[in-house]
């Protein structure tokens, strides 16, 4: 079924629409978005695009939906994982948490602008030549295995660094301290770059190549541009939100670069079959087509589902996951325990003492492997937790803490920087 000109004008109308909305009501004023409004409008995003997909349904037909449903899953599941990047880049640019609002819904207009060239590339190429599967099939392949070797080697990337940005401070003047929100500043009687403009060109390069693998992976669901890009911009709408929901809780999903590699692959290989079933090319069966088996919609939607539900299972419930939920909730608490100021009531000193004792006593159980693994500095670890112990022991003597707290993060975004060694930062290293 064909597209109308109508169909497309009223969808880009509603996705600009959408994305006006969030400039003017929720981001032209710097502010730090709480919990209960993240996950409303979370709740709001992902409602909207399952609605889009009755949608689909009544203009379009039952298998133009199942392909939208199976590429909004699959994209939004690699947003996740592209989540876990923009923090590392936001960490290592320190942006106040309060300006970090504008930094992503650039960094989402952005990718929605890059990604539709690639989807109107992507689709003259296959109109053209048949040949493109194999390639997008590969690409994918490729891919996963890019995910996974950040997991398997332990080398990290620095994606705050690219290329971009180190010729971005080479050609241009730049300020290494923030002005507000602003892109530029006068600087002892100069005009200069801020840090803000810097990220910013950090998640637009970034988001570039994330295109180079999200936009093959939804074209092996779909081939209908029009899907592609739908589903690709709905993914997109309330990544800003969701970042600041559960960018507490990325660190925790330790297995996700394995679950997108899977999915990345398993769609990279349904290319591929698709590529021998319409083969042109002369050197591959004579250029005739190859008969075989060829993964249906249905199918894929079911991989693609369950490969996330078991890999969110196995981040919160493995050995390893159940290992870095005590890892993290005790440092939370060490943490918590030194910040407090000396006149903090006893009934707080004692209730963060006792949690802290009660998750000590799962220590034991964690192997050496994992604490190696998930602990950025055991010495350091070990220290703090230490001093919280002695110095609540001093204020059981003597009701008092005369003892000085070493330096600990003043937010959580201080302290996922400080803290992102070992697995859990190595997620996002794959690109």
Known sequence: MEITSLQWGITIALILGLLAYDFLFHVRTAHEPTIREAAVWSAVYVGIALLFGFVILWLDGPTLMAEY????????????????????????????????????????????????????????????????????????????????????????????????VRLARRVFHTSEHYDGDK????????????????????????????????????????????????????????LRQLYFLIDGLLDRLIYLSWGLSLILAFIGVKLILHALHENTLPFVNGGEHVAVVEIGIGASLAVIVGVLVLTVLASLFSPKGRALRTIQRTQDLTERYLALPGDAPAQQRHELARELDERRAHF??????????????????????????GQHREFEETGRVRS??????????????????????SRGTGR
């Open 69 to 164: 449903y199976g590429g909004y899953v699959t994209e939004k599941a690699l947003s996740v994982d592209n989540l876990f990047v923009f923090l590392i880049i936001m960490g290592s640019f320190a942006v106040p948490r309060a300006d970090q609002q504008k930094v992503l819904l650039f960094g989402i207009i952005f990718a929605l602008v890059a990604r539709t060239g690639f989807i109107f590339v992507g689709a003259a190429a296959i109109n053209a030549f048949s040949w493109v599967f194999y390639l997008f099939g590969l690409i994918l392949i490729f891919t996963a295995g890019n995910l996974v070797r950040g997991e398997v080697t332990e080398k990290a990337s620095d994606d705050a660094d690219n290329l971009v």
């Open 183 to 238: 892109l530029f500043t006068v600087e002892n009687g100069r005009r200069v770059l801020t840090p803000m403009l810097l990220v910013m060109v950090a998640i637009g390069g970034t988001d570039i190549l994330f295109a180079l693998d999200s936009i093959p992976a939804i074209f092996g669901l779909t081939q209908e541009p029009y899907i592609v890009f739908t589903a690709t911009a709905f993914s997109l709408m309330g």
């Open 364 to 389: 034991p159980r964690i192997s050496e492997q994992h604490k190696n693994e998930l602990i950025d500095s055991r010495a350091r670890f070990r220290a703090m937790l230490e001093t919280a112990r």
């Open 404 to 425: 000085p707290s070493p330096d600990v993060p003043s937010s959580a975004g201080e302290q996922r920087a400080a803290s992102s060694g070992g697995s859990t930062a």
